[in-house]
């Protein structure tokens, strides 16, 4: 029987943790660009517009992300379209972090006083003119640290990309622990792992939000 | 024909009626001042004047321009119509050179070197121009609203609306920003104030307007209007600022 060293689990266990990385680079775009898209169409305040992104956020947020794998995943090739594991990580992944991203960014921009709108309205400058000079510039500022904060939720949120047979971190885990029955260690490896990824970007978070309020 | 025109206004939020049918004229170069308790419909009144807010009935005309809730018609109107605010509503995240400069790039398309040297003027103008590269944060409030004003100035209105905009501040900065406000009426400016400044109103203001109930309750010279007040609500006013 092949011996496991304790450098096999992890070298094994940092090879999946690419795909984690990965996984959470696409949903961070995605959702990103996605969650742009949302808060652009959201800030023309049209009623409609705005009733189906709230209708959308809501369902996101309200189901769990291990949910919305299932659905994905299953409910996909249900209407004929074969999904692979990744493709319905990244797709569940990018949708659920869309949701998050639109509403820290919606708040971010109605956070700013309704004056910095109307001194642009009473100096002729139009919407698109408001939004890119004045409006996003001060919102992108203050949105910074909570849109980092949340990419730490999504890396984690990977790991539940496991259980519709994705290999990354937690997948990895399970796989090797079950050819070295050494749960504990493989476990504590893998949480390290996570720890090791996430720790970083919360560091960040907490020194943009500290040179944000700084600057004000 | 009057530069700003307003024929019987009504203005209701909801079932609020805020503003019962106000006409008001003012020619080019007057100085008006709309004095009265908060919730009189001031500055409901003067937002009527540039758009910012929409009435139900009459009709509003500036510069021969009809203000109506067309997105399209308000930024030509902005070009005749300046505002400044209370809470001066400066953008924080530009220097005070870029505050003035934005509007006048952007939608009267001047060069960066017009906009510049117009820009240089104006803080002159007004007492600041050494403060061209300074973000407003950095400054105090009088000094936030002269560049305030400067903005509005910049689109070259032919009329400035100014709501309540020495309420703000500290009462050591009011004198320099009134200061402002004289030396653009010395130029012929129009200029509409909605105001608390009673001194200011009678010394400065060619005309009083007083707003009780949402109603133009009593209008005229300013001195006639402080040193001999006709209605009962006029006068209780007038006795509860001084």
């Known amino acids: 029987m092949m011996q496991f060293t304790d450098w096999d689990i992890l070298r094994n266990l940092l090879l999946a943790a690419r795909w984690t990385i990965l996984l959470s680079l696409m949903a961070f775009l995605g959702g990103g660009v996605f969650g742009l898209a949302l808060t652009l169409l959201r800030s023309m305040r049209n009623t409609v517009i705005t009733r189906l992104i709230q209708g959308y956020v809501e369902v996101f947020q309200g189901i769990p992300l291990l949910m919305q794998l299932f659905l994905t995943f299953f409910g996909l090739s249900l209407i004929g379209l074969e999904v692979d594991a990744w493709s319905a990580a990244v797709i569940s992944l990018t949708l659920f972090s869309s949701a998050f991203f639109h509403d820290i960014w919606r708040g971010c921009i109605e956070a700013l006083p309704k004056g910095q709108w109307e001194a642009c309205r009473t100096l002729g400058l139009s919407y698109l003119q408001t939004m890119r000079y004045v409006i996003v510039p001060q919102a992108m500022r203050m949105s910074i640290a909570p849109t980092v904060g949340f990419s730490v939720q999504i890396v984690k949120g990977t790991a539940l990309a496991s259980v519709i047979g994705f290999v990354e971190l937690t997948k990895a885990g399970t796989m090797i622990n079950n050819a070295v029955f050494q749960p504990f260690k493989v476990f504590a490896f893998v949480a390290l792992l996570y720890f090791l990824i996430c720790f970083p970007l919360s560091l960040l978070a907490r020194y943009l939000e500290k040179k944000n309020h700084a600057a004000r | ?242």
């Not at chain 2, 689109?155 to 905009?165: A, T, W």
Request: net charge negative.
């Open chain 2, 1 to 242: 024909m009057p530069l700003v025109s307003l024929d019987k206004v009504h203005k209701y939020y909801g079932d609020n009626h805020v503003l019962k049918g106000i006409d008001l004229k003012v020619e080019a170069g007057e100085v008006v001042s709309i004095i009265g308790r908060s919730g009189s419909g001031k500055s409901t009144l003067l937002r009527c004047m540039n758009g910012l807010e929409q009435y139900q009935k009459g009709g509003v005309v500036v510069d021969n321009q009809s203000v109506e809730d067309d997105e399209y018609k308000l930024r030509l109107l902005s070009r005749s119509v300046g505002m400044v605010f209370q809470s001066f509503n400066l953008f924080p995240h530009m220097t005070v050179g870029q505050n003035v400069m934005l509007a006048t790039k952007l939608v009267l398309k001047k060069s960066a070197i017009e906009s510049q040297k117009l820009t240089e003027e104006l803080l002159e103008k007004v007492g600041l121009s050494d403060k061209f590269s300074a973000y407003p944060g950095n400054l105090s409030g009088g000094q936030q609203q002269r560049v305030a004003i400067a903005r509005s100035l910049a689109m070259s209105p032919k009329v400035l609306l100014c709501d309540e905009i020495t309420s703000a501040l500290d009462p050591e900065l009011v004198g320099e920003v009134l200061k402002v406000l004289e030396q653009l009426k010395v130029e012929g400016m129009t200029l509409i104030l909605v105001t608390h400044e009673m001194n200011f109103a009678r010394d400065v203001g060619d005309r009083v307007v007083f707003m009780n109930q949402g109603k133009v309750w009593e209008t005229g010279a300013s001195d006639e209007i402080f040193a001999n007040p006709q209605t009962e609500e006029l006068k209780s006013f007038l006795a509860a600022v001084r």
